[in-house]
């Protein structure tokens, strides 16, 4: 059995037994692992608070070779993002951007840059509230790091520049459109939504989530994002219909 230390952060758990649980963490090192954590829904245990979804944590654990199932030895608290007493748009967003990272990483593979930018949405989320251009920039980000948000730059047929009179989407062909080749088929993303597209690759967290957004522009990038999340998820994400319904 090998001894493995690593950041972490909390995604779900679930109980197993009338003391242990299962916790699904998102490592620096190793990408997302799943442990028990022996005697963590005990009232006297020194885990269970720190086994908190969206604790940020330093974890030590064991994994046996080509097992899949570690088991928490000790963890350390760094940070709660939830903290005390969360408001609700704050449980819902992070919520949702913890399905995400759940769906979108692999079991025992690193993904170091999902993982500094799933810390540093939290971190701004913390700030400035986790508002819809937050989470359009965490989705956003999250497809480019994962290899599945193609390059709408240009259009994929004439290779004119889209970004300044916006573009069709075609979400399962992975390609872009420019009005004249799309002749109407495909998703319309106008050029304000074309434009915040192309600074979120320039811009912080938080220099992303204080830019001026209009509804006309935000509809055209949920319907973006969300479309290429459905398209390679291959389902709904449950946590999404409860943010909407908060925030929005």
């Known amino acids: 059995m090998l001894n493995h230390e690593s950041e972490a952060v909390v995604l779900r758990q679930y109980p197993l037994s009338e003391a242990d649980r299962i916790v699904v963490f998102f490592t620096r090192e190793y990408g997302k692992i799943r442990a028990v954590a022996q005697g963590a829904k005990r009232l006297k245990s020194r885990m269970g608070g720190c086994l908190e979804p969206l604790n940020h944590i330093h974890l ?3 994994l046996k070779e080509g097992g899949d199932l570690a088991r928490v030895r000790q963890c350390e608290t760094i940070h709660s993002y939830l903290g005390r007493s969360p408001s609700l748009e ?3 967003a992070f919520s949702y951007l913890a399905e995400l990272v759940h769906e979108l990483s692999q079991e025992n593979y690193p993904n170091q840059l999902l993982f500094r930018l799933f810390l540093s949405v939290l ?5 400035v509230g986790p508002g819809e251009g937050l989470i359009r920039y965490f989705e956003l980000w999250s497809l480019r790091l994962n290899g599945l948000l193609p390059d ?3 259009c ?10 916006g573009f069709f989407a075609l979400l ?5 459109r ?3 080749c799309a002749r109407g088929s495909g998703l319309h993303i106008r050029s304000a939504a074309a434009q915040l597209l192309h600074r979120m690759s320039k811009l912080s967290p938080e220099q992303f989530a204080a830019l001026p957004w209009e509804a006309p522009s935000g509809r055209d990038l949920e319907r973006l994002t969300q479309g290429l999340l459905e398209l390679h998820i291959e389902k709904k994400l449950k946590s999404y219909p409860l943010l909407r319904q908060s925030n929005w």
């Open 152 to 154: 709408y730059e240009y």
């Open 60 to 62: 030590r654990f064991y």
């Open 90 to 92: 704050r449980v819902y």
């Open 156 to 165: 994929s047929s004439c290779g004119r520049g889209v970004r300044d009179d």
């Open 123 to 127: 971190e701004a989320g913390s700030k």
């Open 178 to 180: 420019c009005s004249p």
């Open 172 to 176: 399962e062909a992975g390609q872009v």
